[in-house]
Antibody, heavy 119, light 112 residues
Framework: EVQLVESGGGLVQPGRSLKLSCAASGFTFSNYYMAWVRQAPKKGLEWVATISTSGSRTYYPDSVKGRFTISRDNAKSSLYLQMNSLKSEDTATYYC????????????WGQGVMVTVSS | DIVMTQGALPNPVPSGESASITCQSSKSLLHSNGKTYLNWYLQRPGQSPQLLIYWMSTRASGVSDRFSGSGSGTDFTLKISSVEAEDVGVYYCQQFLEYPRTFGGGTKLELK
């Protein structure tokens, strides 16, 4: 059974940093692109970052580019999101998601982890 | 960026009736490989999103055949036949053709 379990969320002050983790199991992690998607309270879904199977390629929207860094450790079947210079608008539930084998959709999602940026 | 625009539903939908959710993209999602990179997700209350449809019309594993996807390069429809209580939630379309990946704003389905 595919499982994605996020951790590392919490309350953080504006301008500070936070690192999220996602532990994957039930599939060969190194064969799949992985991503982070967030959802602000009562709002819709926003794609945050994607990383290739080897980690050599990463992709971000302009809203987080230069502040967030996605990475992975295939030996540990783990995905990470380093978030720097956090802003109040980064407050959201962050989901770890697996991109399907054809990398055309997100076929599995974690339960999400809440990040609150506030002083 | 490709903008995804979703239509609203005339809520609430009577149980057993069909419902159609529309989505429009600002650019054709038809890839040169012949596939259309449009996905549909359902987020039930208090849950994570789940994949329903990919490549515009391919049902994800385990998804009821009451869900069907159709469309052209820029206009898409998710049809739910015989709506049930478990279908309640917010439906999102998403394009996977280009970065940044973008979602529609969501369409809420409520049951009567």
């Amino acid at each position: 059974e595919v499982q994605l379990v996020e951790s590392g969320g919490g309350l953080v002050q504006p301008g500070r940093s936070l690192k999220l983790s996602c532990a994957a199991s039930g599939f060969t992690f190194s064969n799949y692109y992985m991503a982070w998607v967030r959802q602000a309270p009562k709002k819709g879904l926003e794609w945050v970052a994607t990383i290739s199977t080897s980690g050599s390629r990463t992709y971000y929207p302009d809203s987080v580019k230069g502040r967030f860094t996605i990475s992975r450790d295939n030996a540990k079947s783990s995905l990470y999101l380093q978030m720097n210079s956090l802003k109040s608008e980064d407050t959201a539930t962050y989901y770890c998601a697996r991109a399907g084998i054809y990398s055309s959709h997100f076929d599995y999602w974690g339960q999400g982890v809440m990040v609150t940026v506030s002083s | 960026d490709i903008v995804m625009t979703q239509g609203a539903l005339p809520n609430p939908v009577p149980s057993g009736e069909s419902a159609s959710i529309t989505c429009q993209s600002s650019k054709s999602l038809l890839h040169s490989n012949g596939k259309t990179y449009l996905n549909w997700y359902l987020q039930r209350p208090g849950q994570s999103p789940q994949l329903l449809i990919y490549w515009m019309s391919t049902r994800a594993s385990g998804v009821s055949d009451r869900f069907s996807g159709s469309g052209s390069g820029t206009d898409f429809t998710l049809k739910i036949s015989s709506v049930e209580a478990e279908d309640v939630g917010v439906y999102y379309c998403q394009q996977f053709l280009e970065y940044p990946r973008t979602f529609g704003g969501g369409t809420k389905l409520e049951l009567k």
